[in-house]
């Protein structure tokens, strides 16, 4: 068992001394966030979770569409590429596959350095709230059961019942990152990609993937993925932190382990889906559709998104052997 654990873990120990050997001798760059996918989920067929007034695909699309713009406005050389800008399926597509294929590849295939889906959260039950049939009392009784010589009198209660209204309150902010159990899908990403680049900035440095059917280098697209989660988890701390400093419920950092996020775990770079709050609730939903609640949530993002720009950026790096 020793030597078979040894044999699995010998590439990733050569994998990391290759990457730190003559470390002087490597030409030195500076990191940088050059592209940057905004994901609005949703769209078209799939009008996501639905509220009393409006659906998750169009509040989805004007808080992507107000980021994207905010972006560009602060850094107009960073490269914004939209999944979709319309009401519909990412890419034209006509079936839930096809369009999550369409995002993930569109990511990839811009040479994405950062990956940020918009969605609004949904409590599961009807929005803005539902009927529910409730006891609302018990008066004692006696009662026969049984029959014969078995039969005898219990005491038993005798129930009446009533219809209450039970208001939606699930209310707040989550933040996804990729499911720890989907991180060989993450692998996957990364191997898929025509490109990657040094181990320590968002960016791709234009190094063309080597053969991932080598142990070694198999170790090396293990250790962008692990290194993707430490960044997709920095951001989205940073986010949810925004989001409390302006009042609202962080429901914190999540990860979906049971079937996980395709668009999470299917692009190759640091990736997290925000929920910007639940649509199902009432008071909630008037917030996502009002101007002054979507520019918070830009405010949020944008103040997010610069910190982690200044921390990666802040790195000088060295380029991949």
Not at 109 to 134: P, T
Not at 296 to 316: C, G, H, P
Request: positive net charge.
């Amino acid at each position: 068992m020793i030597k078979r654990t040894l044999l699995v873990l010998f590439p990733v120990f050569l994998s990391i001394l290759l990457l730190s050997f003559s470390e002087k001798d490597k030409p030195v760059q500076k990191a940088t966030i050059k592209t940057l996918i905004v994901d609005p989920g949703h769209g078209g067929f799939d009008p996501g979770a639905r509220g009393l007034t409006s659906n998750e695909a169009d509040v989805s699309l004007e808080v992507a569409l107000k980021f994207g713009r905010a972006l560009k406005e602060e850094f107009p050389e960073l490269n914004v590429v939209y999944t979709r800008t319309t009401d519909i399926g990412a890419g034209g597509k006509k079936t839930k596959k096809e369009d999550l294929y369409y995002r993930a590849n569109l990511a990839n295939e811009s040479s994405g350095d950062l990956f940020i889906s918009i969605h609004c959260n949904s409590s599961g039950k009807r929005a803005g709230g539902w009927y529910e049939r409730v006891v609302t009392g018990k008066t004692p009784i006696k009662k026969t059961v049984g029959k014969g010589k078995k039969r005898r009198t219990v005491n038993s209660y005798k129930y009446t019942y009533g219809t209450v209204y039970r208001e939606n309150t699930a209310h707040g902010t989550e933040t996804y990152i990729w499911a720890l159990s989907k991180n060989d899908a993450k692998v996957n990403s990364v191997n898929k990609m025509e490109y990657y680049g040094e181990i320590d900035s968002s960016g791709t440095m234009g190094i063309q993937l080597p053969d991932p059917s080598d142990p070694a280098e198999k170790a090396r697209m293990l250790i962008y993925a692990q290194h993707f989660f430490r960044k997709s988890l920095n951001l989205a701390d940073l986010v949810e932190k925004e989001f409390e400093a302006s009042g609202r419920l962080s429901r914190g950092v999540k990860q979906r382990n049971d079937e996980g996020i395709w668009v999470l775990q299917a692009t190759g770079m640091p990736s997290i889906l925000v929920e910007i709050g639940f649509i199902t609730n009432k008071e909630e939903e008037e917030y996502l559709n009002s101007d002054k609640g979507q520019k918070e949530i830009v405010e949020d993002l944008m103040n997010a998104f610069r910190v982690y720009k200044q921390k990666v950026e802040s790195k000088t790096i060295s380029t991949m052997p």
